[in-house]
């Protein structure tokens, strides 16, 4: 089955430490993306990246990172800068990097940092 | 700034009703606009994809319209089921890329 994964489904973090999340995609897609949502507002773009090697930051960078060296796989780290990470992380792929094709979405990450 | 709005934000329909969700943007300007499906603690699904040319995109029971002047769309779902119960999301691209503004959402229940 071709689609999006994201792991681990729920993820718990003590404040301080940083965690990596995981997303993997088989739709041989070239674009990336790293959405932040959180209750009662719309999703937010972390990072995104429309090639292999190549990543822009989104509206909402700042205590993130990202890297792309396989096409199948786009990690997100929050690091201990980020100041309210809990929140639900998406994942989402594009055929191409370009507003004409539709994203696809994995099924998310809820991270809780205490 | 490209704000995307929709209205209700929650929404309760009887099983069988037909209803209508909202969708407004500011920037006029769009590529295109994209309605998704949100389960509870689940992941986006593409429902709609229509055009800056079209006026319309149809699957199913769903049928979605764009009047980009007037900066709206709607989705319009036909004999709602319980099974429609979610938060239904619109999105618009800026135009000179890929990145997505997202609306809040609208919370549909559709009670047996």
């Known amino acids: 089955d071709g689609g999006i994964t994201q792991s681990p489904k729920y993820l718990f973090r003590k404040e301080g430490q940083n965690v990596t999340l995981s997303c993997e995609q088989n739709?041989?897609?070239?674009?990336m993306y790293w959405y932040r949502q959180d209750p009662g507002q719309g999703l937010r773009l972390i990072y995104y990246?429309?090639?292999?090697?190549?990543?822009q930051k989104g509206d909402i960078a700042e205590g993130y990172s990202v890297s792309r060296e396989k096409k199948e796989s786009f990690p997100l780290t929050v690091t201990s800068a980020q100041k309210n990470p809990t929140a639900f992380y998406l994942c989402?792929?594009?055929?191409?990097?370009?507003?004409?094709?539709?994203?696809?979405f994995g099924p998310g990450t809820r991270l809780t940092v205490t | 700034k490209q704000e995307v709005t929709q209205i209700p934000a929650a929404l309760s329909v009887p099983e069988g009703e037909n209803l209508v969700l909202n969708c407004s943007f500011t920037?006029?300007?769009?590529?295109?606009l994209q309605w998704f499906r949100q389960d509870p603690g689940k992941g986006l699904t593409s429902l709609l994809l229509?055009?800056?040319?079209?006026r319309e995109q149809t699957s199913g029971r769903l049928n979605a319209s764009l009047d980009k002047s007037s900066g709206r769309s709607t989705l319009y779902i036909a004999a709602s089921q319980p099974g429609d119960s979610a938060t239904y999301l619109c999105?618009?691209?800026?135009?000179?890329?890929?990145?997505?503004?997202f609306g809040e959402g609208t919370q549909l229940t559709v009670n047996p």
């Open positions: 989402a792929s594009s055929m191409k990097g370009d507003a004409a094709y539709e994203q696809y």
């Open positions: 739709l041989n897609h070239d674009a």
């Open positions: 990246s429309q090639i292999v090697n190549d990543f």
């Open positions: 920037d006029s300007a769009i590529y295109n």
């Open positions: 229509i055009q800056s040319s079209q």
């Open positions: 999105a618009v691209p800026k135009t000179s890329g890929s990145r997505l503004t």
